[in-house]
């Protein structure tokens, strides 16, 4: 059973940071679109770091951009989301994402939600002083 855990979330004040993990059981990462999207209360889900191992390109939505960053380390079978300078409104549930890699006869945003098959349960951040 392909399986995704986040840890890492908790309560941070602003301008402070956080790593968030994912790892993953049951399957491989190695080669794996990654992602990380998160939904705050009353908000649509929305991507915030997509990774297409297919191509090598990275997306960052534009409020994380610069301060964000996702990895992955193979030999842990784990993504991470650094996150720094946070903010009040970076407060959500963050969730990790993995699907075999996109391969786009056009190109097309894959930061979408609809797109990714295995969803990790989300972990909550909460940034307040």
């Known amino acids: 059973q392909r399986q995704l855990v986040e840890s890492g979330g908790g309560l941070v004040q602003p301008g402070g940071s956080l790593r968030l993990s994912c790892a993953a059981s049951?399957?491989?990462?190695?080669?794996?679109?990654i992602g990380w999207f998160r939904q705050a209360p009353g908000k649509e889900r929305e991507g915030v770091s997509c990774?297409?191992?297919?191509?090598?390109?990275?997306y960052y939505s534009d409020s994380v951009k610069g301060r964000f960053t996702i990895s992955r380390d193979n030999a842990k079978n784990t993504i991470y989301l650094q996150m720094n300078s946070l903010k009040p409104e970076d407060t959500a549930v963050y969730y990790c994402v993995a699907n075999p890699p996109f391969v786009m006869t056009t190109p097309q945003p894959i930061c979408v939600p609809r797109l990714w098959d295995y969803w990790g349960q989300g972990t909550q951040v909460t940034v307040s002083s």
């Open positions: 049951g399957f491989t990462l190695d080669h794996y679109a």
């Open positions: 990774f297409n191992s297919n191509d090598g390109i990275t």
